[in-house]
Each structure stands twice: as C-alpha cells, then as structure tokens.
C-alpha cells in the first residue's frame, strides 16, 4: 500500500482503509466488501487519494471489514491491484476511437459530397456524363417503360466563345440548363449535360407523344428567351427516340443522337 499510496507505513497504520477511498467511490466500495458474492465478475475500481493529492486506481479483490471503520480494529486480507495505467490507457483508446469514429464520420460524409460532385456538372448544376451513364444503366434493369430521349445539340456555340470569350459561353450554357428545367415538369425526368454544349434527357414512362409534347415545351421555352434576349439568342437542335422496352435504352439513345445530327444538317433547328 505504502507504494500505491506513499504514504508510510506509519502514517496507514491504524486508517480505516475507507478514508483513502474517494468519497463518491465509497458506496461502491461498500456494496461490494465482500468479494465471494461477485462471482465470477471482477471487483471494482475505486480511487485512492493518494500522497500530494495524487489520484490512483485500483481493484480490490478481497477485504477485512473491520478496516471501514476506525472503531473497529482489522488486519487486511486480500490484494489491492494498481490499475491505473491500465484505467489511463483505457481512456486514450477510448478517446482514440472517438477521434477514429468522428474522423470516419468526417470521410464518409466528403466521400458523400464527392459523390454528388461527381455525378453534378460544375458548370451548369444539370447531371453529369457519369450520372447519366449510371441512370440508363438503372433504367435499362427497371420496369419504367416506356422510355423517351430527348437529345440536344447547341447551334454554333462557337461563336459565343470566339465572338464573346469563353465566360460569356459559360453563361449560355447555364441559360440553357435553367431553360430545359422550366420545360421539364416531372421530378422523373433526368436532365444531363453530356457534353461540351450536348444535353440529353430521360423520360421514363414517356411515350414518344408525350415525348414530342415535351419537344414542343422546350420550343415554346427557347422561343420566349430568344423574344426577350433578341442581342444573345440562343438555337437548339434536338432529336427523339422512344425505347419501347426499357433493355432497348440504350438503342434509343443512339437513334435519338443520329436524329439530332441529321436535324442539325437539315438546319431543322429550334427556334
């Protein structure tokens, strides 16, 4: 004890051995004095306060009952194990893992945030390449059918980055993201920027009517732009497919581009 405690063996002799303990620790002390009733549990850890105030940990197995009190005279019997270190290490691992687990939180809500970023085109807020590949990969596996493609090609869209610079194209480009969602009225439909100036949009459960309907909105949108913006106009070109069964999605989508470049060749364009 004079080890655990330094205090001499002088100044121990003759102190109920319940003094050292601390005081909110003593109930449990007590509750537990006689260890053949714990079983097969190890006994508790209490805190000793020890010489300069220090505090030290330590489990003790078995007791004497007459040291709880200095009217009773008792010789103790039993082990009385240091068990600081062990109580300090416990508490860096514990603290360790709440460091680990808040750092894990941390990495999987950015790995949350990359993601979005990734499946998000910068530029314009619409979905990116990526989204878009993994939508019509979810599409084709679905039961949506059918399933209607809108693909749309800006009309010399050179021009605004060689006549105006690059930040006025930019612009143009974030025009035509806000025009397609004011056509789009379904939260179903998906919206994808594929490319430089190329744009494609999913219809599920679309017949190619409603499809040719929706044509007709973005027209009407583009139209009543070009009306009020007659210095910076901007033309459009699209082309529709409509893939019967979902399986045959990505064969509308090419058919929906080779209609948009023919149109585009055919200055069948919008407005």
């Known amino acids: 004890m004079e080890e655990i405690t330094g205090h001499s063996a002088s100044q121990l002799t003759g102190r109920p051995f319940s003094e050292l303990i601390y005081a909110d620790d003593r109930d449990l002390f007590i509750k537990n004095i006689d260890s053949s009733e714990l079983g097969d549990q190890e006994p508790p850890q209490v805190r000793l306060t020890c010489k300069n105030s220090e505090t030290r940990w330590v489990r003790i197995s078995s007791y004497n009952i007459g040291l709880l009190s200095s009217d009773e005279a008792g010789e103790t019997v039993g082990l009385v194990v240091d068990t600081t270190k062990m109580v300090e290490l416990s508490e860096r691992l514990d603290m360790t893992n709440r460091q680990l687990k ?81 056509a789009s009225r379904r939260k179903s439909d998906f919206i994808a920027r594929v490319g430089g100036d190329e744009f494609v949009i999913l219809l599920p459960r679309t017949r190619r009517k409603a499809a040719l309907m929706m044509v007709q909105m973005i027209q009407e949108t583009f139209s009543g732009y070009n009306m009020v913006n007659p210095d910076m106009t901007i033309g459009i070109t699209v082309g529709v497919a409509t893939a019967i069964k979902s399986s045959r999605l990505n064969i509308a989508i090419e058919r929906a581009d080779t209609q948009m470049l023919k149109a585009k060749k055919e200055k069948n364009q919008i407005p």
Do not use: C, M, W
């Not at 979005?116 to 019509?136: C, I, M, P, Q, Y």
């Not at 596996?141 to 009309?155: G, M, N, Q």
């Not at 050179?158 to 025009?175: P, Q, S």
């Open 102 to 182: 808040e750092t894990n939180e941390q990495l999987r809500l950015a790995n949350l945030e990359l993601e979005v970023l990734n499946k998000t085109d910068e530029l314009t807020g619409l979905k990116s390449r990526r989204a878009f590949r993994e939508e019509s990969d979810r599409l084709i596996d679905s039961r949506e059918d059918p399933i209607s493609v809108i693909y749309a090609d800006l009309d010399d869209f050179k021009r605004y980055n060689t006549i105006y610079g690059h930040a006025t194209g930019d612009e143009v480009l974030k025009t035509v993201a806000i025009l397609l969602r004011a």
